[in-house]
């Protein structure tokens, strides 16, 4: 594989492997194209634990790992290293799947390609950014939206993982017969794993990242509401920035509901999918923001516990409801309500039975419409297209 020319590449503005929903997209996306069209070639961020260049039978992973903290200078490194490795394999390259305008605007800008381009938008930073960095400039965003519209209107095809993006690229201008849903995925457990030594009898569970659109406040304000069931713990599998993941555990001993938390922090995603088969509910706080309601997403974690049978309890917003109905297969509440929140939580722990059927519901819907395998033969038929 070393000396064979990819035909194959994909590219993200992202750690791979990690623990969070987005490696998991990374993994399954990439493993259709690459076997579709091996040999690959994947390019990724790293970490010092990580290898920059790793061989695996027709797949090449090469890995950036940044030294610097700020994150623009990052895009910039990480468009460089791309634009090396696009200029290399060219000639060979047959379809370049990118997940980031930081590393799709070396492909569209790359001169006599003749190979395809499919950009898969999950995010578009200049919708997130502003969330995570409130300084940052109106130019440097203006900047930002010329670079994510030069890859949306020159790529060959754009891929996203709900109705509600679609919807607002359509909006930019670009047209919809060139733009594809597949949802995000997950695979029904043939068995349920263990339950976690040392996991609290009862436990609600939120999993994934921390941004703040993803309403973590929120959640731990409905714990403040649901102080009288004295055994019922919080368990948070989650990744993020230090500073973030430091505030929020400060928030919680602030609101004086730390003793009732857990925190598991990086975990891989088995073990993550052992702390989830046993929740009694599966939590989806998310907040009303230009990056949930205007942008849009697809929680990977709703569609997962909804693959475990676990109840779901999650804001009542139009991603959402593109994936579960209410009180059919999960429960919505209006999001940043911190006492509605508690209030579902509390109906469904004292209702095992609707808790129960909801579960069993969402199940059903995953495996009729919402499995990897799915999702998969989706993106294959874009490929052949092409």
Same mark, same amino acid.
């Given at each position: 594989m070393e000396n064979t020319p990819p035909r194959s590449l994909y590219v993200a503005f992202d750690t791979f492997? =990690?623990?969070?929903? =987005?490696?998991?997209?990374?993994?399954?996306? #990439? !493993?259709?194209?690459?076997?579709?069209?091996?040999p690959g070639l994947l390019l990724t961020l790293g970490t010092s634990e990580l290898p920059s260049w790793q061989l695996e039978e027709d797949l090449q992973i090469r890995r950036l790992v940044s030294q610097t903290d700020n994150f623009l200078q990052r895009t910039i490194e990480f468009s460089?290293?791309?634009?090396?490795?696009?200029?290399? %394999?060219?000639?060979?390259? !047959?379809? =370049?799947?990118? $997940?980031?305008?930081?590393?799709?605007?070396?492909? %569209?800008?790359?001169?006599?390609?003749?190979?395809?381009?499919?950009?898969?938008?999950?995010?578009?930073?200049?919708? /997130?950014?502003?969330?995570?960095?409130?300084?940052? #400039?109106? #130019?440097?965003?203006? &900047?930002?939206?010329?670079?994510?519209?030069?890859?949306? /209107?020159?790529?060959?095809?754009? %891929?996203?993982?709900?109705?509600?993006?679609?919807?607002?690229?359509? #909006?930019?201008?670009?047209?919809?017969?060139?733009?594809?849903?597949?949802?995000?995925?997950?695979?029904?457990?043939?068995?349920?794993?263990?339950?976690?030594?040392? =996991?609290?009898?009862?436990?609600?569970?939120?999993?994934?990242?921390?941004?703040?659109?993803?309403?973590?406040?929120?959640?731990?304000?409905? +714990?403040?509401?649901?102080?009288?069931?004295?055994?019922?713990?919080?368990?948070?599998?989650?990744?993020?920035?230090?500073?973030?993941?430091?505030?929020?555990? &400060?928030?919680?001993?602030? +609101?004086?509901?730390?003793? $009732?938390?857990?925190?598991?922090? $990086?975990?891989?995603?088995?073990?993550?999918?052992?702390?989830?088969?046993?929740?009694?509910?599966?939590v989806a706080p998310l907040v009303e923001c230009s990056r949930n309601l205007v942008q849009g997403c697809c929680p990977l974690k709703i569609v997962e516990s909804m693959a475990y049978a676990i109840p779901v309890v999650a804001s009542d917003i139009p991603v959402v409801r593109e994936l579960i109905s209410h009180q059919q297969e999960g429960w919505l509440v209006r999001p940043d309500r911190p006492a509605e929140l508690a209030r579902a939580i509390r109906v469904l722990l004292n209702n095992q039975q609707q808790a129960r059927q909801l579960g069993i519901a969402a199940q059903k819907l995953v495996a009729e419409r919402l499995t990897w395998q799915a999702s998969r033969q989706r993106l294959q038929q874009i490929y052949a297209k092409l």
């Open positions: 492997p =990690a623990p969070k929903g =987005a490696a998991v997209h990374i993994r399954e996306f #990439s !493993q259709t194209l690459f076997g579709m069209m091996p460089k290293f791309v634009g090396r490795h696009v200029e290399t %394999v060219k000639e060979s390259l !047959q379809i =370049a799947h990118f $997940r980031d305008p930081w590393g799709g605007l070396p492909i %569209v800008r790359c001169e006599s390609r003749k190979f395809k381009t499919v950009f898969e938008v999950n995010a578009l930073p200049s919708i /997130e950014l502003p969330a995570k960095y409130p300084g940052v #400039s109106h #130019s440097t965003l203006d &900047k930002i939206r010329n670079i994510e519209l030069e890859c949306l /209107e020159k790529a060959d095809i754009i %891929v996203c993982p709900s109705q509600t993006i679609k919807n607002f690229l359509e #909006s930019l201008g670009i047209d919809a017969g060139r733009v594809e849903v597949i949802s995000n995925g997950a695979d029904v457990p043939v068995e349920m794993p263990e339950k976690p030594e040392g =996991a609290p009898d009862r436990y609600l569970f939120y999993f994934g990242a921390v941004q703040p659109w993803q309403g973590l406040e929120v959640l731990f304000k409905a +714990m403040q509401f649901l102080q009288d069931f004295s055994n019922l713990a919080l368990v948070l599998c989650v990744s993020g920035s230090k500073p973030r993941l430091k505030y929020l555990q &400060k928030l919680a001993e602030r +609101m004086g509901i730390n003793e $009732r938390l857990v925190w598991n922090l $990086r975990f891989k995603q088995p073990e993550v999918h052992r702390w989830l088969a046993h929740a009694a509910i599966s």
